[in-house]
């Protein structure tokens, strides 16, 4: 999926990694669908357990992540044999690695939900700061207070220290505070920046920058542009702000604040956040000339990954964490604190990786078992089994000197690089916490809007005042946004006047659909032949034999439907307990700006739909018929893009579109002398550039059904029309058009559904950017529905869009209901 | 029958039409094959040139390209590669991606021959840290070592899983002193592999090198004002920083001393440190001070001295913990007088001191104009690039084939994957077949009083939206205990109101004489409907199977939704999780080869496929 997540990029290089999902331009409507299943379930809770009652001595325990046993990475292995340590101790537990499929993108968070979903979740799972008020809410931890109860108090402060006890130790949905979780380690961002480019530019590499002008400066120095040197990185995408929050939480802003009464409100609107995004924002636009080449201060990219492994980002920020303190080459990268902002103080976010048990587990003794492992897993025991690995494999420079000096190698902790260790402290007693409040895993994508929206803004000729109140402006709104739709807060007024104007157009709508239904059964019904009076035995056996199918779509149909529906009028819950809301989702609907904007997108993808993916195939059917050489092998070629699995197509597309001078549409666009194009990234070329692979995709295996139609046109016809002298265009129009008048109709009908409805390549190719310019309703419900978890709204959503293309559905069965289907074999 | 007719065909404008046509169709061609192309080409590249978006690889016919290729393969990170060869481009800067390299210039045909008889001689007498096994260590990919490693860790361990024998190669970086053999349960098959591959395989390591790049390089810089401060402070006459000679002992000038003593307190191995005898016993000391009795030093070591005395300073086949300890002695003096550094660097240099014992005839059989025996660099770069030409072929042919053989085995041994595929394609074939036209059949031949009631039922939700019913259906398929079995797949979708009505259409038009005829001879429905109605629709049932065949191989995020669980992972859901594991080459590789049967289908099965579409008439 095309949206990196941020904390995956934070987290090392594994985020070098290959970004779509797997995507079949040619099978839409059932592939829609799926994409919006795929995220849904990762909110599901199983009603059944997954902890079986075993007789046998053995308790398994499922962890949702183990050190694997052929894997000879000096950290892994080390893992491996403080877990064998830990079934040496405990021979009655088993332990066993959970086998889920690795999501990407933004659904990664969550991505342990779609095991809970499915009945597979592991009896350990992994929780952060931003998931963790999701999956107490949610009631998907088990409290661990019988257990944590037990720890003596020097040890319960030295396991959950106090400056993250806020996180761990709360209130959960029955109101009463429980810890949650134990945490494994915390992690901490820190600056991390290339000794060479330093030294390439005549910096220090002892000397790094230490605060914000600093920064500036160095990253001015490092930059050069003709050696494609970038001096700073900014991620795009739906968490590009977790990138900037080193800046935001140094200028001292807060994501999000507690009230007194317990509830969280976003607070990036301060003047603080306002200088935090002023200044990064200004860091991404700046340029830099050097050697009269002018080019970017700063790469700004989904990719900044790969810039920064390929050596050509001169600083950037990754997170520290205390048994992996480099992940990096230390000879080349050098380490420092978070530069300090405005307020003069280095102010990191801190987050920590935590372990908690499964609310599912019943069995008593697999949650005792698992305990024991997460308690094992980070003793003092489990750290000194590591540590002698680590130091036996020669990988003694790569862990926390303080685990050194404690167990038994105080000289190796000397050759650790020096200083990072404090860093690493300095980090974590300094640091302010990850938001941890309600549904804060979408913080960053309602962060980033408001940057990627600012990052487009031209601030040229404007005075520093101005340019503060356009972001202010910018930053005020996305704060309304996110206090509306993450944390639900609407004032009453404002609900009042929602519901009464929604109650009045669902009473007009609802006729009309109703009037509808009763046109299309009237259609029908008179098209269908009448009963012809067949025997009874008859009807029985046509009963039988027509029983599977209605069974089916009664089941698979009619019932989804009536349970979907009626989740429009609630706040859907997924552990159940779901609440009656009346109207109140389609009164949010209706007054939602960007649902009508979306709306405004979907026409237009629409109306392009048309031009590229409707009506090329009838051409190219036309085409094929008429040559009279090569007719088999131009079919074959034209099909090829349908044989190629889907999400293959889109990544090479997304090659195909690479905005560099080097990418393969700019290159061909040069040759023929025209400029460079931004494509993807250009709102004005991103929905044809969206529109166009699809197009692409279906051509030939649309193209073959017109195809097959030509076939079918009688040659009596042709001749007829060859006495009266008729040319090619005559045929075309008055042989060839009327004959194929039905499917063209059928077929343009269900395009135009199509185009509207369809929501899914957005999410594979430019996740509703940029700036919101391929933000069509289609993807808008799936965004709403799955990952802001509005279902109810999504639903209601999807009901009006539904209504919307009525009268197509019920204009296309009603010629449906007038033709009837031939093969065209002769 | 075309359009245009025999005459309007040969006709001036006809023949303008075609040719139009026939440009068009070219145009368009060129499009829809031209990714499929790149897939193509993608699938036998790597990671220098996995971005280059060109149809034939350039490795092919660019030595260039080949070498740059080779190179990352060989040494496998780009600094690395810059300390062992010291590789430069035109103005003398060293390399910061593989992909800007350029081929060397090749020396003096007898300098080669001196560097290889040089090699062949010290092959065998060399400790292991001399040489360094290349062409091992790839990042999310698979190398020609790496590649031979886990065949062989296979082969060792029969029992261990596909996916499980993958194992991570780290580039042996002797120089660095944090680098160790691999130790853990197949530490006895890299040895085993290390042992018995051919030479060149192995690359010097390059002391001298590792000091220009990792000491040098990076406190004075590599570019052309970094060589100036350093000439300046050092007073030396260098072109490049990369030029840089290591002193074997502590260097006079003050400057160079600092850079020399960073260099050997934290960064070089004490693999490649001896000591002055004179310096022994303040080794020992150190020893006894943490040790206390030799005892439990011989506990660490594993080995056997009788008292200090006796103990050497740590060299060839000592134990990682007495390197780690000469480490630490090393970093811990103030003076580093008396340490002694050893490098293939110096033993070439030796050799060809020995040899031609003047610099001169030196100079005449090498056509060149040393000044110095010390002046002269190891030729790895240049080397690389003779065995890259001499072992062309082998090397072109393993690059096109590697990742397809690795995906091939990682599709073949994973098991589940290719059958779960073809029970789901089956039954997913077999249902198309049955659900619809038997209800479809009904209709027509029955033509029940319900009939039009029922069809309205089965063909209404077409008219709502289709969102609605989404998240309903996966919490129905959940509470049905369905999730991560075969019919998850399969029953959904199954029955479809749409194609009933297309088939009953369809059937409508069967005549209806041999409906009377088959009743009069006594024929029930079933068979009826099995031996006269299925065999007269056989086109347009083939084009449903064939429909159903596809939907079902290429499946991917409906089956990675409703089967989590890996045994019942579908082929494309494995191929899906592979292109997390590994870069898009191999994904690449895996996806041609997936490809492969939809392609085949479709063109044996095209006629079949022309003949069962159904088009709507008017009636």
Redesign the interface.
């Given at each position: 999926m095309k949206i990196r997540s941020a904390a995956r990029c934070f987290q090392g290089?594994s985020a070098?990694?290959?970004k779509s999902?797997?995507?079949?331009p040619a099978?839409v409507?059932?592939?829609?669908?799926?994409?919006?299943?795929?995220a849904?379930?990762l909110w599901?809770v199983?009603?059944?357990s997954v902890g079986v009652e075993r007789a046998d001595a053995v308790v398994t325990v499922k962890v949702f992540s183990l050190p694997?046993?052929?894997?000879?990475?000096a950290s892994n292995?080390a893992a491996?044999k403080v877990m064998q340590r830990f079934l040496e101790l405990h021979p009655d537990v088993r332990l066993e690695s959970s086998?889920?499929?690795?999501i990407?993108g933004d659904v990664m968070d969550a991505a342990p939900l779609?095991?809970i979903?499915?009945?597979?979740s592991p009896d350990i799972i992994y929780v952060n700061f931003r998931q963790s008020d999701t999956y107490i809410s949610q009631g998907f931890l088990y409290p661990l207070d019988e257990y944590i109860n037990e720890l003596s108090p020097e040890e319960l402060v030295e396991r959950i220290p106090p400056s993250i006890k806020p996180v761990i130790y709360r209130e959960g949905p029955d109101g009463q505070s429980h810890y949650w979780a134990m945490p494994k380690e915390i992690v901490a961002p820190v600056l991390l920046f290339r000794?060479?480019l330093f030294?390439?530019a005549?910096l220090d590499?002892r000397k790094p920058p230490t605060d914000w002008k600093e920064l500036e400066e160095a990253a001015r120095k490092i930059a050069d542009p003709g050696a494609g040197v970038y001096g700073l990185v900014f991620h795009t995408g739906a968490n590009a702000s977790h990138g900037i929050s080193p800046y935001l939480s140094s200028a001292g802003a807060k994501a999000v604040v507690q009230l007194p009464d317990g509830r969280w409100k976003a607070h990036f609107d301060t003047p603080e956040a306002i200088a935090g995004y002023g200044f990064a924002i200004r860091l991404m636009q700046s340029t830099v000339t050097k050697g009269g080449v002018t080019g970017a201060l700063a790469y700004v990219g989904a990719d900044g990954w790969s810039k920064i492994l390929?050596?050509?980002v001169g600083m950037f920020f990754t997170e520290l964490s205390e048994s992996n303190l480099t992940a990096f080459?230390p000879?080349?990268l050098g380490t420092a604190p978070i530069p300090k902002g405005p307020t003069g103080r280095s102010i990191p976010q801190i987050n920590a990786r935590m372990l908690g048990i499964y609310a599912g587990v019943k069995d008593k003794r697999t949650r005792d078992a698992a305990w024991k492992y997460i308690k094992f897993s980070n003793s003092e025991e489990a750290h000194r089994i590591y540590t002698r690995t680590m130091?036996?494999?020669?990988?003694?420079?790569m862990i926390n000197p303080v685990w050194l000096e404690e167990f038994g190698y105080p000289?190796?902790a000397?050759?650790a690089p020096v200083g990072l260790i404090d860093i690493y402290r300095a980090a974590v007693r300094d640091g302010i916490l990850e938001p941890f409040g309600r549904n804060c895993q979408f913080v960053y994508t309602y962060m980033s809007a408001p940057l990627e929206r600012l990052s487009y803004t031209k601030f040229n000729g404007v005075s520093d005042a101005e340019r503060d109140a356009i972001i202010k402006r910018t930053l005020v709104e996305a704060v309304q946004k996110t206090n509306e739709r993450m944390l639900g807060h609407i004032p009453p007024e404002a609900r009042t006047k929602r519901n009464t104007t929604a109650w009045a157009i669902a009473a007009i709508t609802g006729t009309v659909f109703v009037v509808?239904?009763g046109f299309?059964?009237k259609w029908?019904?008179k098209e269908?032949?009448?009963?012809?009076?067949?025997n009874r035995h008859?009807?029985v056996?046509?009963?039988?034999?027509?029983l599977?199918?209605?069974?089916?779509?009664l089941?698979?149909?009619?019932?989804?439907?009536a349970?979907?529906?009626l989740?429009?009028f609630q706040d859907y819950n997924l552990m159940g307990a779901s609440q009656w809301v009346g109207i109140n989702n389609f009164a949010d609907v209706l007054f939602d700006i960007q649902f009508w904007s979306s709306l405004k997108n979907a026409f237009y993808f629409c109306a392009l739909w048309m031009i590229f993916g409707f009506a090329p195939p009838v051409a190219?059917a036309?085409?094929?018929?008429?040559?009279?050489l090569?007719r088999?092998m131009?079919?074959?070629?034209?099909?090829?893009?349908?044989?190629?699995?889907?999400?293959?197509?889109l990544?090479?597309?997304r090659?195909?579109y690479d905005p560099s001078p080097d990418g393969?549409l700019n290159r061909i666009i040069s040759f023929f002398g025209g400029s460079a194009q931004q494509w993807l990234q250009d709102p004005n070329l991103a929905m044809i550039c969206v529109v166009f692979p699809l197009a692409?995709a279906g051509?030939?295996p649309s193209s073959?059904?017109y195809?097959?139609?030509l076939?079918?046109?009688p040659?009596e016809l042709?001749e007829a029309s060859?006495i009266d002298g008729a040319?090619?265009f005559d045929?075309?129009r008055y042989?060839?058009l009327p004959?194929m008048?039905?499917?063209l109709v059928?077929n343009a009908v269900g395009a135009t559904i199509y185009g509207f409805?369809s929501g899914d390549a957005i999410l594979a190719m430019t996740g509703g950017g940029p700036n919101g310019a391929t933000q069509v309703v289609?993807y808008e419900?799936w965004q709403r529905?799955f990952l802001f978890l509005k279902?109810g709204q999504?639903?209601a959503?999807?009901?009006i869009?539904?209504?919307i293309?009525?009268s197509f559905?019920?204009y296309?069965?009603r010629?449906?209901a007038?033709?009837?289907?031939?093969?065209?074999?002769k | 029958m075309a359009i245009l007719n025999r005459i309007q065909q040969r006709s001036l404008p006809g023949r303008i039409l075609l040719l139009f046509f026939y440009v068009i169709l070219s145009f368009g061609a060129v499009w829809m094959v031209y990714p499929f192309l790149l897939m193509v080409s993608g699938s036998v590249k790597s990671e220098v040139d996995s971005r280059q978006m060109d149809i034939i690889p350039s490795y092919l016919f660019d030595e260039t390209a080949l070498f740059r290729k080779f190179s990352q393969e060989r040494y496998g990170k780009v600094d690395l590669a810059t300390a062992m060869t010291r590789a430069r481009d035109e103005k003398g800067d060293r390399y910061y991606s593989f992909g800007d390299m350029a081929t060397p210039q090749m020396p003096s045909d007898r300098e080669m021959k001196d560097w290889q008889s040089f090699l062949e001689a010290v092959r065998h007498k060399w400790p292991a840290h001399y040489l360094s096994m290349g062409h091992a260590y790839g990042h999310r990919s698979v190398t020609e070592i790496g590649f031979k490693f886990s065949h062989a860790i296979r082969e060792a361990f029969p029992n261990v899983s596909a996916q499980e024998t993958v194992a991570p190669i780290v580039p042996e970086e002797w120089n660095n002193r944090y680098y160790q053999l691999p130790q853990g349960p197949y530490a006895g098959v890299y040895r085993d592999l290390r042992g018995s591959i051919s030479p060149r395989y192995f690359y010097p390591i390059s002391i001298e090198g590792t000091y220009a790049v990792k000491t040098i390089g990076i406190s004075y810089g590599t570019d052309a004002s970094a060589v100036e401060r350093l000439n300046r402070e050092w007073s030396t006459d260098y072109r490049s920083t990369l030029d840089v000679r290591l002193s074997p002992t502590l260097p006079e000038n003050a400057a160079e001393r600092a850079s020399w003593s960073d260099f050997v307190r934290n960064y070089l191995s004490s693999r490649f440190i001896s000591l002055d005898e004179i310096r022994l016993p303040g080794y020992r000391t150190f020893l006894e001070e943490k040790y206390t009795n030799i005892a439990s030093l011989n506990k660490v070591y594993g080995t056997r001295f009788d008292s200090w005395a006796g103990v050497p300073f740590p060299s060839g086949a000592a134990s990682a913990s007495a390197f780690a300890d000469a480490d630490l002695y090393i970093r811990s003096l103030s003076d580093l007088s008396g340490v002694t550094i050893h490098s293939p660097d110096f033993e070439w240099r030796e050799a060809l001191r020995a040899d031609y014992a003047d610099i001169g005839r030196l100079n005449d059989a090498w056509e060149s104009q040393y000044s110095d025996f010390d002046e002269i660099l190891m030729p790895t770069l240049a080397h690389d690039y003779l065995l890259m030409k001499q072992n062309k072929a082998a090397i072109i042919s393993d690059f096109l084939t590697r990742n397809y053989r690795f995906a091939w085995g990682q599709i073949v041994s994973n098991g589940h994957g290719l059958k779960n595929t073809t029970i789901f394609c089956l039954l997913n074939v077999v249902t198309a077949l049955i659900v619809n036209p038997l209800a479809a059949y009904a209709l027509s031949r029955f033509q029940p009083g319900w009939g039009q009631g029922a069809l309205f039922v089965l063909m209404a939700t077409m008219a709502f939206p289709g969102e609605v019913t989404q998240i309903p259906s996966f919490l129905l398929l959940r509470d049905l205990n369905m999730l991560n079995t075969f019919a998850a797949l399969v029953i959904p979708a199954a029955a479809n109101g749409y194609s009933i009505f297309l088939l009953k259409g369809f059937f409508d038009s069967l005549p209806s004489e041999l409906y009377e005829a088959a009743t009069i001879d006594g024929c029930g429905e079933l068979r009826t409907f099995f031996s006269i109605t299925m065999p007269l629709s056989a086109p347009i049932l083939a084009v449903i199977a064939l429909g159903a065949f596809t939907a079902a191989y290429g499946s991917f995020m409906f089956a990675l939704l409703v089967c989590q669980d890996e045994s019942m992972w579908t082929l494309m859901v494995y191929i899906y999780q592979m292109q997390q594991d590994y870069n898009a080459p191999i994904v690449f590789a895996a996806l041609v080869i997936a490809a492969i049967p939809t392609l085949v289908v479709f063109i044996l099965c095209q006629n079949v496929i022309m003949k069962g579409i159904v088009i709507p008439v008017e009636k």
């Open positions: 290089l070098h990694t290959m999902a797997f995507y079949n099978k409507t059932m592939l829609r669908f799926i994409f919006m299943v795929a849904v379930i599901l199983p009603e059944h694997q046993k052929g894997n000879t990475e292995v491996y086998t889920t499929l690795k990407e779609m095991a979903a499915a009945g597979t000794k060479d030294a390439r005549g590499p390929a050596g050509k080459d000879e080349v130091v036996e494999l020669g990988a003694a420079h000289e190796l000397r050759l509808f239904i299309v059964f029908m019904s269908l032949t009448a009963s012809s009076g067949r008859q009807s056996l046509a009963g039988i034999f027509i599977p199918a209605l069974f089916l779509i089941v698979w149909q009619y019932y989804p439907l349970r979907g529906s989740m429009a190219l036309v085409i094929l018929q008429e040559i009279p090569g088999v131009f079919r074959v070629l034209f099909y090829i893009p349908a044989v190629v699995s889907g999400v293959v197509i990544f090479m597309w090659a195909i393969i692409w051509l030939g073959i059904i195809l097959a139609a076939k079918g046109i040659d042709y060859d040319a090619f045929k075309l042989v060839v004959y008048k039905p499917l059928i409805k289609g419900i529905t279902f999504g639903t959503m999807a009901w869009l539904g209504l293309l009525l559905t019920a296309q069965m010629i449906l007038r033709v009837e289907f031939r093969t065209t074999q | -």
